[in-house]
């Protein structure tokens, strides 16, 4: 399967930036979406097609995509974003995930 | 309101079957591609299976390949996953998700809840 690489965990400060990062090497030929995943529920749509944001999604998720990277962006990071997240990807016919972030907001 | 509901999970032993169902409501079923993700213990998201919105095309993850196969009944509003020769590692909470009439290269959107099923002697 299509291998995705995301970082384990990442640590922010409330109201500041977040990034997570998605890399795989052809995400520059496919589009990235992002999950988001908070303890004991089911994934939620946050971001697709590398940077539309669903309606319902706060504006200060956004996402972006550059060569073999994408990223995933928290503005101004509240408490309720802890949670995982998660990239999506499709290589041909077939998706793959990535191993999920961890995203904890101190 | 679109809503998916999933059951079927249960204790099954090793290399028994089970058939996962996910009854959908509040949007046009028939014209959309579905999918089932799973998700094992305190792991991450594994993308299992997906389907056309006739049913004519579908596509697997590697390691279920020739064990699970995915139907789906538009008269019924309801997908399926027959799970036989059932493994350990197959023990995951089973998601179904709606895909974009596009399909293939789109987004999972909304998610159900889940059922549960867990392989073990």
């Known amino acids: 399967s299509y291998e995705l690489t995301q970082p384990p965990s990442v640590s922010v400060s409330p109201g500041q930036t977040a990034s997570i990062s998605c890399s795989g090497d052809?995400?520059?030929?496919?589009?990235v979406c992002w999950y988001q995943q908070k303890p004991g529920q089911s994934p939620v749509l946050v971001i697709y097609?590398?940077?539309k944001r669903p309606s319902g999604v706060p504006e200060r998720f956004s996402g972006s995509s550059s060569g073999n990277t994408a990223t995933l962006t928290i503005s101004g990071t509240q408490a309720m974003d802890e949670a995982d997240y998660y990239c999506?990807?499709?290589?041909?016919?077939?998706?793959?995930f990535g191993g999920g972030t961890k995203l904890t907001v101190l | 309101e679109v809503q998916l509901v999933e059951s079927g999970g249960g204790l099954v032993q090793p290399g028994g079957s089970l058939r996962l169902s996910c009854a959908a409501s509040?949007?046009?079923?028939?014209?959309?591609?579905m999918t089932w993700v799973r998700q094992a213990p305190g792991k991450g998201l594994e993308w299992v299976a997906n389907?056309?919105?006739?049913?004519?095309?579908?596509s697997y993850v590697d390691s279920v390949k020739g064990r699970f196969t995915i139907t789906r009944d538009n008269a019924k509003n309801t997908l399926y996953l027959q799970m036989n020769s059932l493994r350990g590692d197959d023990t995951a909470l089973y998601y179904c998700?709606?895909?974009?009439?596009?399909?293939?290269?789109?987004?999972?959107?909304?998610w159900g809840l889940g059922t549960l099923v867990t392989v073990s002697s």
């Open positions: 998700a709606r895909a974009p009439p596009s399909g293939i290269g789109g987004w999972f959107d909304p």
């Open positions: 509040g949007f046009s079923f028939s014209s959309y591609w």
């Open positions: 389907i056309k919105h006739d049913g004519r095309e579908n």
């Open positions: 052809k995400l520059g030929e496919t589009y």
């Open positions: 097609q590398d940077t």
């Open positions: 999506q990807a499709w290589d041909s016919s077939t998706a793959s």
